[in-house]
């Protein structure tokens, strides 16, 4: 079956932007996750949604970072005023359930940079 | 201290080595283990999680140490295509926010 899907695969922007990211999760996946990767380094963790609700939003860095999850199926990850800093690959993942022991499934990610 | 360390290497081995990694981990609470696998400019990927009384997989084999508070992967009979960068991930109790470890980068040469 469909994997999890994220647009764009790459995004290009000018510092000060607004960027929208979409992840489409597999079908039934009730937890979704966003990640953000740097160079060198793990996916650091944003925000966690059950259901249409954002349970954890605890790893967003600060208030220009905001997610939805209106209909509990696909998401968006909203930056306003991007800066340089934000450049990473933003990974979504889905689960089948909530709990930290469910397998989670990892989209291609979108690569953002921030110019 | 980082909530879950590991080596980032690169370990560099031949094709048919035994290779092994290791992973810490601070919270002493932590319930659930994981190795991910992850390609260059990929998604990582679930390789095996990580059981109390530890588990293999074919060549690989995943341990638990609570009392020194690691997990540890050992790949035998190592491939080409093995060469990845290993991501460890923690849970803690009651958690559903996975902690990633920073990857350890193997590479596996003919």
């Known amino acids: 079956g469909a994997g999890v899907s994220q647009t764009p695969s790459n995004k290009v922007t000018e510092k000060g932007k607004y960027v929208e990211l979409r992840c489409d999760p597999i079908?039934?996946?009730?937890?979704l996750y966003w990640y953000r990767q740097s160079l060198g380094q793990g996916p650091e963790f944003l925000i966690y949604?059950?259901?249409?609700?954002?349970?954890?939003d605890s790893g967003l860095p600060n208030d220009r970072f905001f997610a939805v999850r209106p209909e509990g199926s696909v998401s968006t990850l909203k930056i306003q005023r991007t800066e340089r800093g934000d450049s990473a690959v933003y990974l979504c993942?889905?689960?089948?359930?909530?709990?930290?022991?469910?397998?989670?499934?990892f989209g291609p990610g979108t690569r953002l940079t921030v110019l | 201290r980082k909530e879950v360390e590991q080596d980032p290497g690169p370990f560099n081995v031949p094709e048919g080595a035994t290779v092994a990694f290791n992973c810490t981990y601070s919270?002493?609470?932590?319930?659930?283990f994981f190795w991910y696998r992850q390609d260059c400019r990929k998604e990582p990927k679930l390789l095996m999680s990580?059981?109390?009384s530890g588990n293999e997989d074919g060549r690989f084999t995943a341990q638990l140490n609570r009392a020194s508070q690691y997990i540890s992967l050992l790949i035998r009979d190592s491939k080409l295509s093995d060469s990845a960068t290993y991501l460890c991930?923690?849970?803690?109790?009651?958690?559903?926010?996975?902690?990633f470890g920073r990857g350890t980068s193997l590479i596996v040469h003919p």
């Open positions: 991930v923690v849970n803690g109790q009651g958690s559903y926010i996975p902690t």
């Open positions: 919270n002493s609470a932590s319930q659930s």
């Open positions: 993942a889905s689960s089948l359930q909530a709990g930290g022991s469910d397998t989670q499934y």
């Open positions: 949604f059950q259901g249409t609700g954002a349970a954890d």
């Open positions: 079908s039934g996946h009730t937890a």
């Open positions: 990580v059981y109390s």
